[in-house]
Protein backbone atom coordinates (compact mmCIF):
# COMPACT_ATOMS: atom_id res chain seq x y z
CA UNK A 1 0.00 0.00 0.00
CA UNK A 2 1.29 3.38 -0.82
CA UNK A 3 1.55 6.24 1.08
CA UNK A 4 -1.49 8.13 -0.78
CA UNK A 5 -3.48 5.17 0.07
CA UNK A 6 -2.71 5.06 3.72
CA UNK A 7 -3.96 8.45 4.32
CA UNK A 8 -6.99 8.16 2.42
CA UNK A 9 -7.68 4.47 4.25
CA UNK A 10 -7.08 6.89 7.52
CA UNK A 11 -9.05 9.22 6.36
CA UNK A 12 -12.15 6.91 5.44
CA UNK A 13 -12.17 5.41 8.63
CA UNK A 14 -12.77 8.76 10.59
CA UNK A 15 -15.28 9.42 8.61
CA UNK A 16 -16.63 6.43 9.04
CA UNK A 17 -16.70 6.54 13.14
CA UNK A 18 -17.53 9.81 12.84
CA UNK A 19 -21.11 8.57 10.40
CA UNK A 20 -21.51 6.17 12.64
CA UNK A 21 -21.80 7.85 15.98
CA UNK A 22 -24.18 10.49 14.06
CA UNK A 23 -25.76 7.37 12.23
CA UNK A 24 -26.53 5.72 16.07
CA UNK A 25 -27.61 9.46 17.25
CA UNK A 26 -30.42 9.54 14.59
CA UNK A 27 -31.85 6.04 14.93
CA UNK A 28 -32.08 6.91 19.41
CA UNK A 29 -33.67 10.18 18.11
CA UNK A 30 -36.29 7.95 16.01
CA UNK A 31 -36.28 4.63 18.85
CA UNK A 32 -37.30 6.81 21.29
CA UNK A 33 -37.08 5.76 24.92
CA UNK A 34 -36.50 2.27 25.41
CA UNK A 35 -33.94 -0.33 25.12
CA UNK A 36 -33.99 -1.14 20.97
CA UNK A 37 -34.45 -5.04 20.06
CA UNK A 38 -30.70 -5.41 18.39
CA UNK A 39 -32.37 -6.02 14.64
CA UNK A 40 -33.40 -2.43 14.66
CA UNK A 41 -30.13 -1.47 15.53
CA UNK A 42 -28.57 -3.49 12.81
CA UNK A 43 -31.42 -2.84 10.19
CA UNK A 44 -31.09 0.94 10.13
CA UNK A 45 -26.87 0.55 9.82
CA UNK A 46 -27.33 -1.85 7.52
CA UNK A 47 -29.35 0.91 5.68
CA UNK A 48 -27.38 3.35 6.33
CA UNK A 49 -24.57 1.46 4.89
CA UNK A 50 -26.50 0.76 1.61
CA UNK A 51 -26.95 4.79 1.89
CA UNK A 52 -23.43 4.96 1.45
CA UNK A 53 -23.29 2.22 -1.30
CA UNK A 54 -25.52 4.11 -3.70
CA UNK A 55 -23.24 7.78 -2.84
CA UNK A 56 -20.03 5.83 -3.94
CA UNK A 57 -21.73 4.35 -6.97
CA UNK A 58 -22.82 7.72 -8.31
CA UNK A 59 -19.53 8.93 -7.51
CA UNK A 60 -17.22 6.96 -8.71
CA UNK A 61 -18.97 6.38 -12.14
CA UNK A 62 -19.07 10.31 -12.27
CA UNK A 63 -15.34 10.27 -11.75
CA UNK A 64 -14.43 7.45 -13.98
CA UNK A 65 -16.44 9.01 -16.82
CA UNK A 66 -14.56 12.73 -16.09
CA UNK A 67 -11.14 11.15 -16.94
CA UNK A 68 -12.62 9.77 -20.24
CA UNK A 69 -10.72 11.51 -23.16
CA UNK A 70 -13.35 13.34 -25.40
CA UNK A 71 -12.45 11.92 -28.36
CA UNK A 72 -12.56 7.89 -29.23
CA UNK A 73 -12.24 5.74 -32.43
CA UNK A 74 -15.18 3.68 -33.32
CA UNK A 75 -14.40 -0.04 -32.64
CA UNK A 76 -15.40 -1.11 -36.08
CA UNK A 77 -14.36 1.30 -38.08
CA UNK A 78 -11.93 3.34 -36.76
CA UNK A 79 -13.33 6.89 -37.06
CA UNK A 80 -12.79 9.23 -34.24
CA UNK A 81 -16.41 10.25 -32.43
CA UNK A 82 -17.26 12.68 -29.95
CA UNK A 83 -17.56 10.71 -26.21
CA UNK A 84 -20.89 12.38 -24.71
CA UNK A 85 -21.74 11.70 -21.11
CA UNK A 86 -24.99 10.77 -20.18
CA UNK A 87 -26.98 9.79 -16.69
CA UNK A 88 -29.41 7.21 -15.97
CA UNK A 89 -31.06 5.84 -13.10
CA UNK A 90 -30.29 1.80 -11.97
CA UNK A 91 -30.97 -0.39 -9.36
CA UNK A 92 -28.33 -1.79 -7.60
CA UNK A 93 -28.13 -4.21 -5.07
CA UNK A 94 -28.78 -1.53 -2.53
CA UNK A 95 -31.45 0.39 -4.31
CA UNK A 96 -31.89 3.36 -7.18
CA UNK A 97 -28.84 5.03 -8.30
CA UNK A 98 -28.32 7.47 -10.97
CA UNK A 99 -25.37 6.87 -12.95
CA UNK A 100 -23.25 8.34 -15.13
CA UNK A 101 -21.35 6.61 -17.55
CA UNK A 102 -20.07 7.55 -21.55
CA UNK A 103 -21.76 7.33 -24.80
CA UNK A 104 -20.13 7.78 -28.23
CA UNK A 105 -22.00 7.40 -31.46
CA UNK A 106 -20.44 6.84 -34.74
CA UNK A 107 -22.16 9.00 -37.44
CA UNK A 108 -20.43 5.99 -40.17
CA UNK A 109 -21.54 2.80 -38.77
CA UNK A 110 -24.51 4.36 -37.10
CA UNK A 111 -24.40 3.00 -33.62
CA UNK A 112 -23.92 3.69 -30.20
CA UNK A 113 -21.10 2.35 -28.05
CA UNK A 114 -20.28 2.58 -24.57
CA UNK A 115 -16.27 3.52 -24.16
CA UNK A 116 -14.24 2.13 -21.53
CA UNK A 117 -12.42 3.98 -19.25
Same mark, same amino acid.
Given at each position: ????? !? /?????? !????????????????????????????????????????????????????? !????????????????? /???????????????????????????????????
Amino acid at each position: MDAKQ !A /VLEKKL !AEILRHASEVGAQIQAVEQGPGTPHYDQIESHAHGVGQQLSRLMQHTRTADVT !AEHPPWIECPECKKTGR /VKTKTRQVISEDGPVELTENVARCSSCRRDFFPSA
